[in-house]
């Protein structure tokens, strides 16, 4: 089913909703995608069909335009479980913030997820060089700077960049339950269409040397954010620095998902 709203500036925001179930846990997805005129915003949430209605009505009744990042976060959250109001605080752009949070089943099977997670995640920070590692809801967050993965306006991977993904390609291989999700991201020098194109590439890149490594290219997901979503302040050469990123996430399959559900 679909639903129109238009905010109090008159902007069209569509949002479209999506429900399934499947087996005999009575799970329901919710893609909420939401378009403004510099933005388009898709979050997926699987939770209890009586918590995707309250999100649904929520919306509705408030309007997506009205809310700040951190509030989408938390309204989002509400219906995604508890581990969603760790994600808001998280410095992570909203892309990856969304994967998270529609990623979270919460309940006994969030834990054994969970579980998991804490044990692959002390185990790449203690490998990966020059990366910081953290545990994000039910998934892992991982942030390269992207100077320490590929030369000034570049896609092409440094040699530390190859060594960190072999290392990332091991802990997949030990954790087949998992799949990853890379997004490139930018600073705001430059036209938004070339730094679209570029963070794009980079994430491609990646991908594709994880694949050459042996990484099953299905459990891979590619995004390129550009300078569409900055976690600091481009005005400065620190927060160009930290805007200029590569942001892997480590998210439980599908497949996962329904066996901790199961136990």
């Known amino acids: 089913m679909g639903l129109s709203l238009s905010s109090e500036l008159n902007e069209p925001h569509l949002v479209n909703v999506h429900l399934k179930a499947y087996?005999?846990?009575?799970?329901?997805?919710i893609i909420i995608t939401y378009h403004t005129k510099n933005n388009i915003m898709t979050y997926t949430i699987k939770s209890s069909v009586i918590k995707i209605l309250s999100v649904i009505l929520i919306i509705g009744l408030v309007g997506c335009s009205a809310l700040n990042q951190t509030q989408k976060g938390a309204m989002i959250g509400t219906g995604a479980g508890a581990a969603a109001g760790a994600v808001a605080g998280a410095l992570l752009g909203d892309t990856a913030k969304g994967a998270i949070i529609g990623a979270v089943v919460g309940g006994a099977a969030g834990a054994i997820i969970g579980n998991q997670m804490d044990r692959q995640a002390r185990q790449l920070e203690e490998e990966l060089e020059g990366a910081n590692v953290e545990r994000v809801g039910e998934a892992i967050a991982i942030k390269f700077d992207s100077g320490l993965l590929f030369g000034f306006d570049s896609s092409?991977?440094?040699?530390?960049?190859?060594?960190?993904?072999?290392?990332?390609?091991?802990?997949?291989?030990?954790?087949?339950?998992?799949?990853?999700?890379?997004?490139?991201?930018?600073?705001?020098?430059?036209?938004?269409?070339?730094?679209?194109?570029?963070?794009?590439?980079?994430?491609?890149?990646?991908?594709?040397?994880?694949?050459?490594?042996?990484?099953?290219?299905?459990?891979?997901?590619?995004?390129?954010?550009?300078?569409?979503?900055?976690?600091?302040?481009?005005?400065?050469?620190?927060?160009?620095?930290?805007?200029?990123?590569?942001?892997?996430?480590?998210?439980?399959?599908?497949?996962?998902?329904?066996?901790a559900e199961n136990q």
């Open 23 to 29: 087996r005999q846990n009575y799970k329901a997805f």
């Open 156 to 259: 092409e991977l440094s040699p530390e960049a190859i060594e960190n993904l072999q290392t990332l390609s091991n802990s997949l291989d030990t954790y087949d339950n998992t799949d990853v999700m890379i997004i490139g991201h930018t600073d705001g020098i430059g036209s938004a269409t070339y730094n679209m194109g570029l963070s794009e590439r980079r994430a491609e890149s990646a991908a594709e040397k994880l694949a050459d490594i042996g990484i099953d290219r299905s459990r891979i997901k590619v995004e390129g954010r550009g300078l569409t979503e900055p976690i600091s302040d481009n005005e400065t050469d620190e927060g160009r620095s930290l805007n200029r990123r590569v942001e892997v996430l480590i998210l439980a399959s599908e497949e996962f998902q329904m066996e």
